[in-house]
């Protein structure tokens, strides 16, 4: 007999998502600098798992179950490897390239992955790699400070363990919410939203691809916005009174319309899900997507569909933490679920490198696996500007932006 947590809404979503044949990864890739100690850092890993229970996590589906259950292991020992590379700026990218396949394909069985890929005397990169039902984006970034911590004998600079929010704990307290007055609330506010027809939006030249053809690889393409640009976004924001990620949220929305003549777009927007602050320093998929609809009939400026939007995000923001996609186009009953948002929106945030006792975590590049947007606009801060879509630069300088 199987005894286990029954996932949260985050981990029912991902699941439907994923495919036997492929599991969703999340993973980290740092590079550290100074005394850095290969050992110290594997038993520091080994630490981490077990803080968290996240991280001792599989995935058990029982006879009879439509769904699994997450089951907590008392113990993990992370699958670890040390590397040693020299030469060329593009020998080292190609081993760690490979072993950051390698600790995906250990991650996609169950494990939590680690690899220390010494690239100089003072210089490594570290990639770490887990399921993505277990670890998001935050997560990741949390693991990252939580070794080097350990790692540096800052322990007390931990939140204790007794503190700690568990992730099977948080599911099992989401579900609790179903059936009181903030649930049915919830229910009221999303089955409001007709969004049936949302994972089978198609995105301005779109090719159908023949029968039998395998998904391509994903790509992402950074492009630096000029500062005369984002000084136009800023003062935007501030004439507007909008957040920076309403007015990119409505710049996307604005430019599929565009694109595609379509009245309506709902574009998923990534939150994190970490509305309490008892769950700043937990481990887990807090992360999820909300459905943002736009509606652009009678509609003529930009500062109309800014408006908008605004008004959308502040209608469902309440609400944001208790969102199923199953509530607006799937069975709860049964746990089917919807295809993926085909259009999607996250806002970055920047890291900022951190030091421990004489070792720095100077750059951090994570990819959390699952949602399976056919495109999406990320962008992030970074030293000399914004990171954006080219596209982004076409619909300011075409669109009026409010002064």
Partial sequence: MVEGYRLSFQQQHLWHLQTAAAP????????????????????????????????????????????????????????????????DAAARAAVIARALDEAKQAASAGTVAGSLIMTGPRAATLVVAVMS??????????LIDEILFVSGNCGERLTDVAALTQYPSFSEWQHSLVDDEYGQGAREVWSARDLRE?????????????????????????????????????????????????????????????????????????????????LHGAIGPFAHVVPIAGDFEGRRSFAEVLRAIQDEWTRVEPW????????????????????????????????VARSVNGLTAAALTTEVQGERHRLQLQPGAIVDGFRADDLLDEVLSRTEVPR
């Fill in 24 to 87: 969703s990864v999340a993973s980290a890739v740092v590079d550290l600098q100074g005394a850095i100690q290969a050992e110290t850092l594997r038993r520091a890993l080994g630490v981490v798992i077990g803080r968290h229970e996240a991280l001792r996590t599989r995935v058990e589906q029982p006879a009879g179950l439509n769904l699994p259950l997450q089951v907590v292991e008392e113990t993990r020992e992370p699958r670890w490897c040390e590397m040693q590379v020299d030469g």
């Fill in 133 to 142: 039902l277990c670890a998001d984006d935050v997560s990741l970034r949390t």
């Fill in 198 to 278: 949302t994972p089978s939006q198609s995105l301005p030249l779109e090719m159908t691809a023949p029968a039998g053809h395998r998904d391509a690889a994903t790509a992402r393409v950074p492009v630096t916005l000029p500062t005369d640009i984002l000084e136009r976004i800023e003062l935007a924001c501030g004439a507007s009174g909008v957040s920076l990620e309403i007015f990119l949220l409505a710049t996307w929305h604005t430019l599929m319309h565009r694109l595609s003549g379509r009245r309506a777009w709902t574009v998923g927007v990534q939150v994190s899900g970490r509305s309490f602050q008892e």
């Fill in 320 to 351: 944001m933490d208790h969102f199923d996609w199953r509530q607006v186009t799937g069975d709860a009953a049964t746990g089917e679920a919807p295809g993926p948002c085909p259009l999607g929106f996250r806002l970055e945030d920047s890291w």
